[in-house]
């Protein structure tokens, strides 16, 4: 499966004819997509994001910037066995858009914070994500507290003067 590719350190791209470019490019673009995810903020959340990563071909990755996405390792359907476009003259938009400066053709680097393959690594990170939002959650009822608790106590001392 070729990995996502949300942000990749690029070579430059050659100087030549875009059908010419991604005739031996063994079509890494055209066998897999992904789709942008709504942050997990809680248990739920990332139960249905084990829901997802149970399937055959897909894994989840945070970019650089925080961003989620879902990745589906799926070939398009217009794929010929030469790797070429079936319906080149009237491909989608999408990959009408797809520069050869975005091509991962040159580079096998991927930039992401967290990529996670399975129900474990994905679970090992929610039970760490959410222990730290809990942490921070009660930090900030602790202080809540005890602002509210001096303010209390300040008024007291004002009533007894």
Not at 15 to 20: E, L, N, Q, S
Not at 61 to 88: M, R
Not at 95 to 104: M, Q
């Amino acid at each position: 499966m070729a990995e996502p590719k949300p942000a990749a350190a690029k070579k430059s791209a050659p100087k030549t004819k875009p059908a010419d470019y991604c005739r031996k490019c063994g079509a890494k673009c055209c066998r897999y997509f992904t789709v942008p995810l709504d942050k997990p903020e809680d248990r739920d959340d990332f139960e249905s994001f084990r829901w997802y990563i149970l399937h055959a071909g897909t894994s989840i990755f945070v970019d650089d910037e925080g961003d989620w996405f879902i990745c589906i390792a799926s070939p398009c359907t217009a794929l010929t066995p030469a790797d070429q476009c079936a319906i080149y003259d009237r491909r989608p938009p999408i990959c009408r858009n797809h520069s050869i400066s975005d091509c991962e053709r040159d580079t096998d680097e991927y930039s992401f914070t967290e990529h996670f393959r399975d129900e474990h690594e994905l679970m090992a990170y929610a039970r760490k994500f959410l222990r730290q939002k809990a942490d921070q959650s009660r930090k900030r009822s602790q202080a809540v507290l005890k602002a509210w608790q001096t303010r209390r106590q300040k008024a007291q001392e004002g009533e007894q003067s």
